[in-house]
């Protein structure tokens, strides 16, 4: 099983919703990420988990919450979102995140196309 | 600074063979990846190179020089499911967390 799943697939918001995306993989990867793509734009990194910890934050805003209950599962937890934050959100896994020399190709998800409005 | 580029756009035939190149200017280095994304679809793992010369699988083949920070992407007897954009990524040093730069893309268009 080489696969990476996420829900839902589309999800519409108004800007005052509370609401999240779920991220699940049984290949027993241990570091999962989340990554935010505009249209026509290569994939911009958010969040990196290893081993259930977050390892990297790049700077994104507190409207956006990460959350990793288990080795398998990935949670990205949206709240007073802008309309300039509707794009196709990716969740990826790879089997370890390091800071060496060892690296391991990411599996992406279909992604969850987020429209706020 | 991190850079990567990438043709924009490249058009091809069908049963043709087609490649797309990607150059870098990292800080550090620890791979190439190139993978494929059909619009509206995530990206796919096409091929990884962190050693110098070619990489073959199947249909598709990966090239790199270190030392030219260049890379390629070969694809060969093009099929019109090929039409896709190619990203280039590559996974910097210890000033970008090692995390993967990527690329813009390049959206080929198989005509047949």
């Known amino acids: 099983d080489t696969e990476v799943t996420q829900t839902p697939k589309h999800l519409v918001m108004g800007m005052t919703n509370k609401k999240s995306l779920k991220c699940e993989q049984h290949?027993?990867?241990?570091?999962m990420y989340w990554y935010k793509q505009k249209a026509k734009k290569p994939p911009e990194l958010m969040f990196v988990?290893?081993?259930?910890?977050?390892?990297i934050n790049e700077s994104v805003p507190s409207r956006f919450s990460p959350e990793c209950p288990n080795s398998s599962l990935l949670n990205l937890h949206l709240h007073a979102l802008q309309p300039e934050d509707s794009a196709l959100y990716l969740c990826?896994?790879?089997?370890?995140?390091?800071?060496?020399?060892?690296?391991?190709?990411?599996?992406f998800g279909p992604g969850t196309r987020l429209t706020v409005t | 600074g991190q850079n990567i580029d990438q043709p924009t756009e490249m058009t091809a035939t069908e049963g043709a063979i087609v490649q797309i190149n990607c150059t870098y200017q990292?800080?550090?280095?620890?791979?190439l990846f190139w993978y494929q994304q059909h619009a509206g679809e995530a990206p796919t793992f096409l091929s990884y190179?962190?050693l110098d010369g070619l990489e073959e699988k199947g249909r598709f083949s990966s090239f790199l020089s270190r030392s030219k920070g260049y890379s390629y992407l070969l694809l060969k007897e093009l099929q019109m499911k090929d039409s896709a954009s190619y990203l280039c990524?590559?996974?910097?040093?210890?000033?970008?967390?090692?995390?993967?730069?990527w690329g813009a893309g390049t959206k080929l268009i198989i005509k047949p």
């Open positions: 988990y290893s081993y259930e910890k977050l390892s």
């Open positions: 990292t800080s550090g280095f620890n791979g």
């Open positions: 990524a590559v996974r910097g040093g210890m000033d970008s967390n090692y995390q993967l730069i």
């Open positions: 990826a896994s790879s089997q370890e995140w390091t800071g060496g020399a060892i690296t391991y190709e990411q599996y």
């Open positions: 290949m027993g990867h241990r570091a």
């Open positions: 190179n962190v």
